[in-house]
């Protein structure tokens, strides 16, 4: 039977809270987070977020006016998705118990959703993969309330969508290998298809593991595409999909030995 621990009171609530939230700011060296409730003026999923999403967007566009309606789209899209994204799998992997993401509200900095606030629940622990399901779930709901707020604003596709959210995801394992030494890549690998098939994206990309200088690592291999060319057309992603295939093999594993030291 999978073991389920909520933890029950306003006191352990508040300090699972807060370790959660100093666990997201030392893992990544730029989440800043807070306990509590919305502040007037940042995004919360459900509530009315049409003034804060379309000054984002007019943001966007008078700042990369020449990209287009598409790229508006897919940076709205990728800045609501990334905060949620990194708190499921830091809840999960680094912290031990998955926080209610329904209570996460996040805070508009100029072009980036860039802060957020967390409400002081309860969170839901057990076991690895019973976490990844019931992050997953919660990742999912709180997307698709995300798209229909974006498709409010500027047209962006489900299946452009569901490529981003794999490549955040898929991204993210490649970070927890770099913060879990301990982690070998064969379970990186396992959890990637456990978040891929939890969040309906299995399919939409995939984690590739290149040897170099006797290391094993992973990289991504990603189908979805940020549209940053729109801005630079000359400067790719390293995990872009349209450069040459060795040259994106070759970016990554470059990237990954200098991110392992």
């Known amino acids: 039977m999978t073991k389920r621990n909520f933890l029950f009171g306003a006191d352990d609530a508040s300090s699972a809270t807060t370790r959660l939230i100093a666990t997201a700011a030392q893992a990544t060296g730029f989440m800043k987070g807070e306990p509590g409730g919305a502040r007037e003026g940042w ?9 804060v999403l379309g000054a984002l967007r ?8 020449a990209a287009g309606p598409a790229f508006w789209a897919v940076r709205l899209w990728t800045n609501l998705l990334w905060q949620p994204a ?5 809840g999960v992997h680094l912290h031990g118990a998955v926080p209610d993401l329904g209570g996460l509200s996040q805070q508009r900095r100029g072009l980036y959703i860039d802060g957020f606030r967390l409400a002081v629940r309860p969170m839901w622990s057990g076991s690895i993969e019973a976490m990844i ?5 919660q990742l999912r709901a709180v997307s698709e309330i995300m798209l229909d707020e974006v498709n409010a604003l500027e047209k962006l596709r489900p299946l452009p969508a569901r490529r981003l959210l794999a490549d955040r995801m ?13 982690l070998s890549p064969e379970q990186i690998e396992t959890f990637a298809g456990a978040w891929m098939q939890a969040l309906g994206l299995t ?8 040897e170099a200088k006797g290391r094993q690592l992973l990289i991504v291999k990603r189908k979805g595409c ?7 057309p000359d400067r790719l992603c390293a995990t872009c999909p349209k450069q040459d295939n060795a040259v994106r093999v070759a970016r990554q594993t470059a990237n990954a030995l200098a991110e392992m030291g």
């Open 170 to 182: 898929l991204g993210l394992m490649v970070w927890l290998g770099h913060r879990r030494r301990d």
């Open 133 to 137: 399901e019931h992050a997953a779930g």
């Open 226 to 232: 940020c549209l940053d060319y729109l801005i630079d």
């Open 58 to 65: 007019d943001t966007l566009a008078a700042s990369y006016p």
């Open 86 to 90: 990194y708190l499921a799998v830091t």
């Open 203 to 210: 399919g939409q990309g995939t984690l590739e593991r290149v």
């Open 43 to 51: 995004y919360q999923p459900g509530a009315d977020n049409s003034a």
